[in-house]
Nanobody, 121 residues
């Protein structure tokens, strides 16, 4: 019942900026940690960064200083602001959330289907 849908992926030039969005839908009682992951062809999926329900964040070393994660709890939205993009940032970006719904007695992990980000050189 709970779904995560990413949007905002695009083709951009190196040095450019992009903002990704993730919308959580369904009958949701609460959302705990949320995160962005990414996966490039032939590579393992890696954690980009995460944010707790209270707004505390952590980032992979490769994106520190360039990417910012923030959330809107009232509207159940997660965002990833990406600046100074590099070709190595090219990947499918996935939204993650630990969610409690009315069909559950404990929170469950939910994933979006991803949005493509391509950075040209």
């Amino acid at each position: 019942q709970v779904q995560l849908v990413e949007s905002g992926g695009a083709l951009v030039q190196a040095g450019g900026s992009l903002r990704l969005s993730c919308a959580a839908s369904g009958v949701i009682l609460g959302i705990n940690d949320m995160a962005w992951h990414r996966q490039a062809p032939g590579k393992q999926r890696e954690l980009v960064g995460y944010i707790t329900r209270g707004g505390n964040t952590n980032y992979a070393d490769s994106v520190k200083g360039r990417f910012t994660i923030y959330r809107d709890n009232d509207n159940r939205m997660l965002y990833l602001q990406m600046n100074s993009l590099k070709p190595e940032d090219s990947a499918v970006y996935y939204c993650y959330a630990n969610v409690l719904s009315t069909d559950q007695i404990r929170p469950m992990n939910s994933w979006g289907r991803g949005t493509q980000v391509t950075v040209s050189s």
